[in-house]
């Protein structure tokens, strides 16, 4: 039986997560966040870029996951690449950083007594040699998830429209529209899953009715509104 567990983690704006299952579990659905992973797997350390809609994972081949999922605009900074790059990605760290410091991280993670522990590690050392997400940054998403439009969040963080979204690229993998998307469908998705009705959810979380909620649904999720509810 799989099992799933998350904590927050020490490091700021992050949780740390870890996943076992039986190897012949089939695909798993990852639904956008705005966030990005660092995940350890028997050998492999991987980077899981945005998504900008649904990500299939294929059937696992592995049992046991663990990762450390940064909010959205944090790792850009830890990893030393915009967003960008690796978006609707997943790649190996090896791509992105050192091969040697690679090997000997993923080294140590394999050996460890506690991989959650020795993830969050590797995760706060990347955060002391980089420093901390800009704080315009963190605001941005901050304002977007409380439902400001575009040009609020713009006027609140005192950038041109042109400046947000060129950051936003760098930090989110794409622009600050798509991001309220995102963390819209995100308020949503969490509402459904507590049997809220969806005319009810459209009118709090943002929509403009029910079908436009059902249309996004659709466009980011991959599925409907009623599967949703059914997970």
């Known amino acids: 039986m799989a099992e799933y ?34 995940i350890w797997t028997e050998g492999t350390l991987m980077v899981a870029g945005p998504d900008s809609r649904a990500f299939v994972a294929p059937a696992a081949r592995a049992s046991e996951f663990v990762g450390i999922r940064f909010a959205p605009g944090t790792a850009p900074t830890l990893l030393g ?27 140590r993670l394999d050996n460890a007594p506690d991989r959650v522990a020795a993830l969050e590690a590797v995760a706060l050392r990347f955060a002391a040699d980089r420093g901390p997400a800009d704080p315009a940054l963190t605001a941005v998403v901050d304002a ?26 760098f930090a989110f993998g794409y622009g600050p529209k798509m991001l309220a998307r995102i963390l819209r469908f995100q308020r949503a998705l969490a509402a459904l899953r507590t049997g809220v009705p ?23 999720a991959g599925c409907s509104v009623r599967t949703l509810q059914n997970r």
Do not use: K, Y
């Open 5 to 38: 567990r998350e904590r927050e983690s020490r490091l700021d704006r992050a949780v740390v997560w870890s996943r076992t299952m039986p190897v012949a579990t089939g695909p798993v659905t990852v639904f956008p966040d705005g966030c990005m992973d660092l």
């Open 81 to 107: 690449i915009p967003a960008v790059e690796l978006l609707n990605q997943r790649v190996d760290l090896a791509e992105i950083a050192p091969s040697r410091t690679t090997r000997e991280l993923v080294d």
């Open 144 to 169: 977007l998830a409380a439902g400001a439009t575009v040009a609020e969040t713009a006027d609140r963080t005192s950038m041109s429209a042109r400046m947000l979204h060129r950051r936003s690229l």
């Open 198 to 220: 969806a005319a009810h959810i459209a009118a709090v979380t943002g929509f403009a009715d029910q079908a436009h909620l059902s249309r996004e649904v659709r466009d980011l």
